[in-house]
Every structure is written in C-alpha cells, then in structure tokens.
C-alpha cells in the first residue's frame, strides 16, 4: 500500500483521461446537478477539476460566481481572472472560505484517503450547501483485500450522506463535521480499472 505522497507521484493519478476536458453541461450528465443553478452567484469548489474549462465556462455565464478550481496536476486551460485555480492534493488543501456548492466529477477515484476528502469537503459548505460527487463505494477496501460494503454506506449514511449505488454518486446537504469510524492504512494503484474503465486507486481502511 501507498501512502499519499508516494500515491500522488503514481502514473495512475496523473491520469489525464478523467475529467480532463469535461464542459459545464458534463457536471449534469455525471453528478445531475445544473452548477450555475445550485451556486446561485455564490461560491462553487470544484475538487480535481481537470483543466477547468467548466469553470471558465460558468464564469462567462455568471459574472457573480466566486469560483475554485483544485487540482494535483497544473495542466489548466486559460480562465478568466475570476477563476482561481490551485495545485494541491484535495486532503491536505483548505479553502478560505465556505462554498454553496462543491463538486468532484471522477476525481475521488484517485484520491488515497476517500473518506477523509469527502468529511473535509462537508466542513467546507455553507449551511444550505451541496456536496456532490462521483464516489464508487466498492473501491473502499478492509486490510484484508474485502469490500467495506454495507457497514460503510450505513455510516455514511448516518453521517447525513446520500449515497446512490446505481450511479455511484454521493451527496450532502448543509455544513457538519463528521467522523466516520474509519482509520485510513493507504491506497493501491494497481486496483485495475473500476466501473468507469479507467484504471483507479483501492482505498484501504481498518473499522474504528
């Protein structure tokens, strides 16, 4: 298993097939959310944001929009300069301020500590915000290789999280903070490719 600093400098997390290019109309398709809608001319965060041409988008169809964009790798298209887009890993990165909706299209797929990214990401909304992401339960892993399975969705449920299985999407409503019973080991990039055929990360986690 890998830690985050050996996980981030993997061929498979610099993988630049997911979510690279994907417009503002991609976010509908994937996490069934209209951004310029749920930010209402607040702050939208997009976690691994790719080369953030959504992001540019958004702020030409919504000059009121505070936007972020986040990403490991600095491979970002033009944007305007009310765009501002970071270079950083999503679990050791804090925003400046709370956002009123936070994104990540594909990106958990190559974070190591899954887990610790989407409770950070709760803490970061405002008190009506939105979290939603692509999010594939099944690349949550027990030390011995096993699935975490319904133990795992349980908790993120009663952690206030909704989690669809079909479209293996993940979202919450409204600023907490929460702790699962969860203690991060590492992450393997060798998994294979998941339901997205892409290889991804396997995140692994012994139960508290």
Request: hydrophobic share 40%; aromatic share 6%; proline share 6%.
């Amino acid at each position: 298993m890998l830690d985050d600093a050996a996980l981030e400098r993997s061929s498979i997390v610099a993988n630049c097939a997911m979510n690279r290019e994907r417009t503002l109309k991609g976010y509908v398709r994937e996490l069934g959310v209209d951004v310029l809608a749920e930010a209402g001319g607040g702050h939208w965060l997009d976690l691994c944001c790719g080369t953030a041409r959504a992001l540019t988008e958004a702020a030409a169809a919504d000059p009121r929009l505070k936007i972020t964009g986040i990403d490991l790798v600095d491979h970002y298209a033009p944007a305007p300069p009310s765009v501002r887009l970071v270079t950083a890993s999503v679990t050791a990165w804090t925003p400046d301020d709370r956002a009123d909706l936070i994104t990540c299209v594909h990106g958990l797929h190559y974070v190591g500590d899954k887990l610790a990214a989407l409770t950070r990401a709760a803490s970061w909304l405002t008190e009506n915000g939105l979290l939603v992401a692509n999010f594939d339960a099944r690349s949550i892993r027990l030390p011995d290789g096993s699935p975490a399975a319904r133990p795992l969705t349980t908790s993120l449920r009663q952690a206030g999280f909704t989690y669809d299985p079909r479209r293996r999407r993940i979202s919450l409503r409204g600023n907490r903070t929460i702790e699962l019973p969860y203690h991060y080991e590492g992450a393997d990039d060798r998994a294979g490719p998941n339901y997205t055929g892409q290889p991804a990360v396997d995140s692994f986690y012994t139960p508290a």
